[in-house]
Nanobody, 116 residues
């Protein structure tokens, strides 16, 4: 069974930085695209960033371009989301995601709160 476990988020001041990680297991991690999504209170879950298996291609939502960066370490089966210049509107539960076979898998989510 595919497992995705996000690191703990936290409370960050506006303008601050935070790095999330997502540890994956029970599938050939290096072969699959990994994504980050987020869901703010009262809003639908939205795409944040994606990275292909060999890190050749990355894609970012317009709202985070230039501030967030996605990377992965296939030796550690882990994907990262580096978040810089955080804003109050980045407050959300962040989820990592992958699609293996016919199934979409999600982590449990981690809360990121940006507030002074």
């Amino acid at each position: 069974q595919v497992q995705l476990v996000e690191s703990r988020g936290g409370l960050v001041q506006p303008g601050g930085s935070l790095r999330l990680s997502c540890a994956a297991s029970e599938f050939t991690f290096s072969a699959y695209m990994m994504k980050w999504y987020r869901q703010a209170p009262g809003k639908e879950r939205e795409f944040v960033a994606s990275i292909t298996g060999a890190s050749v291609f990355r894609n970012f939502a317009d709202s985070v371009k230039g501030r967030f960066f996605i990377s992965r370490d296939n030796g550690k089966n882990t994907v990262y989301l580096q978040m810089n210049s955080l804003k109050a509107e980045d407050t959300a539960v962040y989820y990592c995601n992958t699609y293996v076979g016919t199934m979409s898998y999600w982590g449990q989510g981690t809360q990121v709160t940006v507030s002074s």
